[in-house]
């Protein structure tokens, strides 16, 4: 069974970062990040575009958490928490199956700094040895190389492509999916 009582908030830590909740004083910052074109470029949701998309962001994070749908981390500098550059984590729970799929987005300011290998250490293992998942899928679109070498390097296994699997924006999208299994120790 899945353990998905998030309270307190599980607040996680790596070398560079501190991964804590996002709070609706972070507005201004959800605001840069899930309003960044480049950011969003493959991320199917309406981009914010104002102080309020970016409060219904905070949210619907909150909203997540509180009812066991999902969880989400705000990336921040360890040495300075107070402001956030990324969101990370499972954005759907599919307890039957002791599954969630796994989402990740950094303001580009932050890119190719190794943040989000680093961070998703932490999440994966606070996923399999917390919440009790027994496999983590990702779901990318086929054009998203630097997410698709994230997930290569860090041992995910392709899975399927499904073609047109979802409209948005009136354009048709693929998506690519990949998973990674708990490690049991067994051969
Ligand atoms: C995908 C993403 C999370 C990668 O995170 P990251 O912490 O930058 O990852 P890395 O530091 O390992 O860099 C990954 C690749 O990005 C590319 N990259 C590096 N610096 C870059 C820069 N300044 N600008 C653009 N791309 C860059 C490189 O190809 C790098 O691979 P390399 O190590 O072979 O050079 C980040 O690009 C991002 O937030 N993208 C937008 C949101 C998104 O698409 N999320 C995934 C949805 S499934």
């Known amino acids: 069974m899945l353990n998905l009582n998030f309270h307190p908030f599980p607040e996680l830590k790596t070398k560079r970062l501190r991964l804590r909740q996002v709070l609706p004083t972070d507005v201004e910052a959800v605001m840069k990040i899930r309003g960044n074109e480049e950011a969003m470029r493959y991320i199917p949701r309406p981009r914010a575009k104002t102080t309020e998309d970016a409060l219904a962001v905070v949210e619907m994070l909150t909203n997540g958490i509180n009812e066991s749908k999902s969880i989400n981390w705000a990336i921040c500098n360890a040495e300075n928490p107070s402001e956030i550059f990324g969101i990370m984590g499972y954005v759907n729970f599919y307890p039957e199956q002791s599954k969630a ?50 997930l290569l390097r860090n041992d995910y296994q392709f899975d399927r492509l499904v073609p047109k699997e979802m409209i948005f924006q009136d354009e048709e999208l693929d998506s690519e999916y990949y998973f990674k299994q708990k490690h049991t120790g067994l051969l």
């Open 101 to 150: 799929e796994i989402g990740y987005m950094l303001h580009p300011d932050y890119w190719g700094k190794g943040f989000i290998p680093e961070a998703i250490l932490e999440v994966e293992k606070f996923g399999f040895e917390q919440i009790n998942l027994q496999i983590i899928e990702a779901k990318i679109d086929p054009r998203n190389e630097n997410s698709r070498k994230i």
